[in-house]
Nanobody, 128 residues
């Protein structure tokens, strides 16, 4: 059974940091793409960051470049999203996802419809 389990969300003040974790199981982690999307109420789900599970290539939305870092522990099938200098506009439910796309992770090309597996999401709330 495929599972993507997110953790690490919470409520914080602007300017501080959080680290999200996503533990994956039930499928072959390598040779694929792991990503983070986020969705605020009434908004479309948007790609935040992605990483190739073999080559470690990374991609970021313009709105988070320089503030967020995606990384992974391949031995644990776990992906992380380090979020620094959080802003109120970062408030959303954050979803972990896997594309099974042979390592192709370019978020300028891929949308939510290109990712096969999804976690249940973890809430991030940033107050001013």
């Amino acid at each position: 059974q495929v599972q993507l389990v997110e953790s690490g969300g919470g409520s914080v003040q602007a300017g501080v940091s959080l680290r999200l974790s996503c533990a994956a199981s039930g499928y072959t982690y390598r040779r694929n793409c792991m990503g983070w999307f986020r969705q605020a109420p009434g908004n479309e789900r948007e790609g935040v960051a992605a990483i190739g599970t073999d080559i470690d290539s990374t991609y970021y939305a313009d709105s988070v470049k320089g503030r967020f870092t995606i990384s992974q522990d391949k031995a644990k099938n776990t992906v992380y999203l380090q979020m620094n200098n959080l802003k109120p506009e970062d408030t959303a439910i954050y979803y972990c996802t896997a594309s099974l796309s042979r390592g192709f992770c370019d978020l300028r090309v891929l949308g939510a419809e290109d990712f096969r597996y999804w976690g249940q999401g973890t809430q991030v709330t940033v107050s001013s």
